[in-house]
């Protein structure tokens, strides 16, 4: 997309028109008329500038719309890309991010979690505080502190950090090392 207020081709033919308008009026004007002096020149110049202007206005607005059309089509098109692309990679993701749930699901069980326990879990990973999850679970802040040490216990884990690391450690990428370059 371009930023001028009037592309450069614009503003090309404008001065064109502006120019030769104004030159082959005063020509005809001069063949007609050419007893009339300067003063009658200076006349007809100011008979024919609103037509010029107007001329000119138009150009101008017609160069304009075209860009904004362009444009308006350009944007049109990337949304349409974008929306594509995410609609793909949503549909990649929900496929990876199910398996990953499933993965879960199976470690709570080798761990023996109860579904309350599992839910908390689920709720430590989600970033929750303690107090959180006792409001969405409708169970007192000690009972959701006594499941989540519970959790930590049968995972062999020792806290919060550790049981987020347990399951994302391995999802995010490592950061490559700067002098390996």
Known sequence: MTTEWIEPSTR???ILAVVGGIALYMGIEYVEEPDEGLLGFFFHFLE???PVLTS???ILLV???RRQRDDTLQVLHDLDLARTQGQRWRSEARSLLDGLG???ERQFGLWNLTEAEREVALLL???LSLKEIATVRVVSERTVREQARS????AGLTG???LSAFFLEDLLSPMPDPGSD
Do not use: S
């Not at 959790?151 to 049968?154: A, D, E, F, I, R």
């Open 151 to 154: 959790v930590y216990l049968k």
């Open 160 to 162: 919060r950090a550790a």
């Open 12 to 14: 090309r033919w404008a």
């Open 125 to 127: 990973l989600k970033g």
């Open 102 to 104: 499933t993965a879960m």
């Open 48 to 50: 024919i500038l609103p």
């Open 56 to 58: 000119v206005g138009v």
């Open 63 to 65: 160069g304009t719309v």
